[in-house]
């Protein structure tokens, strides 16, 4: 089991991974958060007139810290600026836990308004979100403010430096720490003004006469994901009253489901803000907006128990850069609550995966749908 205490040179605060689980056996927060916060120390970078934004931490643990810095200085709080629904719940959980006001939040299809002065920016795993953030973000920037990227030695390569070096102009770095190091930029734009519109990508699928639209953060931004298009190939036959897309991503199997059962009740959840803002455009354009509604969730917490007939789900096999299957089993273990007594839980998956054996755990009959060499269909039932 991990302890949950983060020790920085600001204090010290418990910090913990969203849901809280009494075996946590993953941190909340890492090394290069902690080599951020006590650079921020040791350089006294903080004070009454810091204007802090963080940007893409898991958890709220650097901008918890640099919530408890700021209290005695009596400084505005930081912002923190997330595509993620458990960073938001992060950010509420260990604010609340260790007695300290929660910063505000900003979904990443909104910009926060400026000016900053100082940014703590987490890079993600995706290159499309990073440039679309720091395109936005540039222009929220006071001149002269100072960007520290805290990073994992092991996540930086030639290629992620030189798109940094493309976006930033020259950086710096600090030494490593405990495999952690610190990179530096400078904003020497001018001053403050308007940011640019959210970058989108917009792909259709004919077969189906659906065309969608992508903010930078949504899986499968560029392309229909392979597992998705197996299970629209393998499309249960319903009829089905009330239908949940489990991960909707952009919309695509809620959207597919709200045409097939026009009498059906669609509800898409995810846990990326611009998932679900993405999946509610969708629904409109393709003209199924009255049936659907799109809800940034972890999994299916609080969502009442026996009200779907038909799950779909096509999981996701990682959280950030953290891979496994903890979070397709929450949804698995959900699910088997959420469904009426008759009902359905369609899962798309990689073969490798070994869903079917897993579905058990919760379902009496697992039935694999169809054949195909890479990924497998499940249908599963109570
Ligand atoms: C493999 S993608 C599937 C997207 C879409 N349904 C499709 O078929 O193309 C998995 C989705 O699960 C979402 N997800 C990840 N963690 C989640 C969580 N804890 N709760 C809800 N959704 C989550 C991801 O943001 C992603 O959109």
């Known amino acids: 089991m991990i302890p949950p205490v983060m020790m920085s040179a600001f204090g010290e605060l418990d910090i913990r991974r969203v849901p809280f689980t009494r075996k946590e056996m993953l941190s909340a927060f890492d090394q290069a958060d902690l080599l951020a916060l006590d650079y921020l120390k040791t350089q006294s970078l903080l ?5 802090v934004l963080v940007v893409n931490e898991t ?3 650097m901008t918890c810290g640099i919530t408890q810095a700021l209290l005695p200085l009596q400084g505005p709080l930081p912002v923190l600026w997330s595509d993620s629904h458990m960073a938001h719940l992060g950010l509420q959980q260990n604010a609340g836990a260790n007695g300290l006001p929660t910063a505000c939040f900003v979904q990443a299809q909104n910009t926060p308004q400026g000016p900053f002065n100082i940014v703590i920016l987490r ?13 936005r973000m540039l222009p929220q920037l006071a001149p002269g403010a100072v960007i520290i990227m805290p990073v994992m030695v092991k996540h930086i390569d030639n290629a992620l430096y ?3 070096e493309s976006l930033f102009g020259p950086l710096t770095t600090s030494l490593a720490r405990k495999k952690a190091r610190l990179i530096f930029a400078i904003n020497d734009l001018a001053g403050a003004g308007d940011s640019p519109k959210p970058q989108e990508n917009f792909w259709s699928i004919p077969s189906l006469a659906l065309s969608l639209q992508h903010f930078s953060g949504v899986f499968g931004r560029t392309k229909l994901d392979p597992g998705a298009q197996v299970l629209l190939d393998q499309f249960p036959q319903g009829p089905y009253s009330c239908v949940i897309d489990l991960g909707c991503g952009n919309g695509v199997q809620a959207i597919a489901a709200a045409k097939k059962w026009p009498n059906a009740r669609v509800i898409g959840y995810d846990e990326s803000y611009m998932s679900v803002a993405s999946a509610t455009i969708n629904a409109a354009n393709n003209e ?4 659907c509604k799109f809800i940034a969730n972890d999994c299916l917490t609080n969502v009442g128990p026996q009200t779907a007939d038909l799950i779909l789900c096509n999981p996701p096999f990682h959280q950030e850069r953290v891979v496994g299957d903890q979070i397709a089993m929450r949804m698995f273990a959900q699910s088997a609550q959420v469904l009426t007594q008759n009902g359905e839980l369609w899962v798309v998956g990689n073969r490798h995966l070994g869903y079917h054996a897993k579905l058990k755990r919760w379902f009496r009959q697992v039935e694999q749908i169809g054949a195909h060499p890479k990924f497998v269909v499940l249908k599963a039932k109570l």
Not at 123 to 128: I, R
Not at 288 to 291: L, Y
């Open 47 to 51: 004070s009454t007139n810091s204007a």
């Open 59 to 61: 958890f709220g643990a």
């Open 123 to 135: 890079l993600p795993k995706s290159h499309a979100l990073l440039c679309d953030q720091v395109q």
């Open 162 to 164: 030189q798109l940094l």
């Open 288 to 291: 199924v907006a009255e049936q």
